[in-house]
């Protein structure tokens, strides 16, 4: 299941049926789970470990040095879990430090030269665009997309449910169930096709729109204000809801409104 011309350490693990293209490379510190595929020229270094039936396409690079000036030179990480795609010219870099691996999920799609920097870490179910970018410990919760050519600036978090517009900049926090969109990145509405396409329920979508109008719509409302006010509604029982709420309040960087 090795092509010839595969360069594929003999320190490396390899699981049941896996398949390594032509000119492809392993590096010595590099394990694969069971039925993942390397197709041609595809590099994957570092002390990186992989679950099950991970598929890697053409000139991808997974498992690099972190591109962070503060790295000395120590043994770093990089966890993915289960059948995620890495589309051509792709990049992940491990993390800068050995207590901190770079994480990925399962599940999740990675599109044309999209990034995904040292030290993030992601969920499960997400979709990186082409050339979308995630600088430095950016943290990504389920099911979220960010669209083709946008930049999520380093510490980050994106909320679960969130859609980045292409072409946009974030620099702050992206809230759960949301579209953000834009230069510099606002939000912009609810994401209602992504949230029924789930199948979330109408109450459920009906509550998140109830919270969207009292912490969105009006910007030049204090935020603190207006999560206050909607802790008080009915709305703030939904679990969703509830989501929201802690995730706008133990932001590091603020949210984008």
Do not use: W
């Not at 590096?27 to 039936?53: A, K, Q």
């Not at 795609?85 to 599109?111: D, K, Q, Y």
């Not at 206050?228 to 989501?243: E, G, Y």
């Amino acid at each position: 299941m090795i092509h010839p011309t595969a360069i594929v350490s003999p320190l490396a693990k390899l699981g049941r049926n896996v398949r390594v293209g032509p000119y492809s490379i392993i590096g010595p510190h590099v394990e694969l789970g069971d039925d993942c595929v390397l197709h041609s020229h595809v590099i994957i270094e570092g002390t990186s470990r992989f679950g099950r039936n991970n598929e890697f396409f053409p000139f991808a690079i997974v498992g690099g040095k972190t591109q962070d000036l503060k790295y000395q030179g120590e043994p770093t990480y990089l966890e993915v879990g289960d059948h995620n795609v890495f589309r051509e010219n792709c990049t992940v870099h491990r993390g800068t430090t050995a207590e901190i691996p770079t994480r990925i999920g399962s599940h999740n799609l990675f599109l044309s030269y999209a990034h995904v920097a040292h030290d993030c870490q992601l969920s499960d179910n997400i979709i990186l665009s082409n050339n979308a970018t995630l600088g430095g410990h950016v943290v990504v919760e389920e099911y979220a997309i960010v669209s083709g050519l946008s930049a999520v600036h380093q510490f980050s978090k994106i909320g679960c449910h969130s859609i980045i517009g292409g072409c946009a900049k974030v620099s702050q926090d992206v809230p759960p169930f949301m579209i953000v969109d834009g230069n510099p990145g606002a939000t912009r509405g609810l994401n209602l096709v992504g949230l029924q396409r789930r199948g979330f329920s109408e109450e459920t979508i009906r509550d998140l729109k109830s919270a969207y109008k009292k912490l969105f719509l009006k910007k030049d409302q204090n935020l603190a204000i207006a999560v206050s006010s909607l802790k008080a509604t009915h709305a703030a029982s939904c679990p969703q809801v509830a989501h929201l709420i802690h995730f706008i309040e133990s932001s590091q960087r603020g949210i984008t409104r």
